[in-house]
């Protein structure tokens, strides 16, 4: 897929600083509650505080992770490139608790795989069915505003972050978006075109050349100005790639592929305009 083609050629000069060995075996898949996010991860997943579903678009079946207030409004969570694992399970968490409250649903776009180390989650992220994946997140748009939620946001990072943006093009159903770190080729979606609010957010520092670094954030900013719908387009300096990653298991990750920078600062202004956007376009009771 030519998404997938961009992303590959994009991250080579990224994989080329990251660690050969292998990453440490997959943590616990169901955190507890964490507030902030990069609170310590808990080791019991009994008390997971997600709702597994299966959703249904035309002959496909797929399993989705539910967490929040019933019938408030909806933000589908998408995944990164490692598949739905502790990170993307603690972001819904959190989003769950902003503001009034939302009911977040995590798609499994990879269908149970989740990736161990930088290899597999390039492999997977290649073998992806991107217009499927839009699909999946229009199903889940539609399951939430079936079941509830008078509006629905998408958010993702990275791959979920082009994706997200995409949505935002092609999903009618979608109310607002925010991306992080990620556009999407142009085969995919023109977001010139967008029909739904798009807010994003960029590390200065990425290293995803066209994709997610300032480049490719000025050349989003450049699109949506001529979509007519509201955007907002951040930029963080000092901050790299996934920086909103800040679990103790998903800061030893970054650092074994080169990144190190933490700055909670900016990730507590990211939540904050996160919050505000959602808060403007969807409601939360």
């Excluded at 898949?29 to 709702?51: E, G, I």
Aim: charged fraction near 20%.
């Amino acid at each position: 897929m030519a998404t997938a083609h961009l992303l590959r050629r994009a991250s080579s000069a990224f994989l080329s600083s990251a660690s050969t060995g292998p990453l440490r075996p997959r943590p616990p898949p169901l955190p507890r509650l964490l507030r902030p996010p990069r609170a310590a991860m808990a080791t019991d997943s009994s008390a997971s505080p997600f709702q597994k579903i299966q959703i249904q678009r035309e002959d496909t079946t797929f399993d989705a992770y539910v967490v929040g207030k019933e019938n408030a409004p909806g933000i589908v969570v998408l995944q990164e490139w490692w598949g739905v694992d502790y990170e993307i399970k603690n972001h819904a968490i959190h989003i769950s608790q902003l503001g009034g409250g939302y009911r977040a649903l995590i798609p499994d776009l990879y269908r149970g795989k989740v990736a161990l180390d930088v290899a597999e989650a390039q492999h997977l992220m290649e073998g992806l069915d991107w217009q499927g994946a839009v699909k999946d997140i229009q199903a889940s748009v539609k399951w939430l505003k079936s079941n509830g939620s008078p509006k629905v946001g998408v958010t993702g990072y990275c791959m979920g972050g082009a994706l997200s943006i995409a949505s935002g093009v092609l999903v009618l159903e979608v109310d607002a978006v925010v991306a992080f770190y990620g556009t999407p080729s142009s085969e995919l979606a023109d977001p010139s075109k967008a029909k739904a609010p798009i807010q994003a957010h960029f590390g200065e520092h990425d290293s995803f050349v066209g994709f997610s670094d300032v480049t490719a954030a000025k050349s989003l900013e450049e699109k949506l100005k001529s979509s007519g719908v509201p955007y907002e387009v951040h930029i963080y300096p000092g901050c790299s790639h996934a920086f909103m990653n800040t679990s103790p298991e998903a800061l030893k990750r970054k650092k074994g592929m080169g990144l190190t920078d933490e700055n909670q600062e900016a990730v507590d202004l990211a939540w904050s305009r996160f919050s505000a956007w959602m808060g403007r376009f969807l409601g939360s009771a």
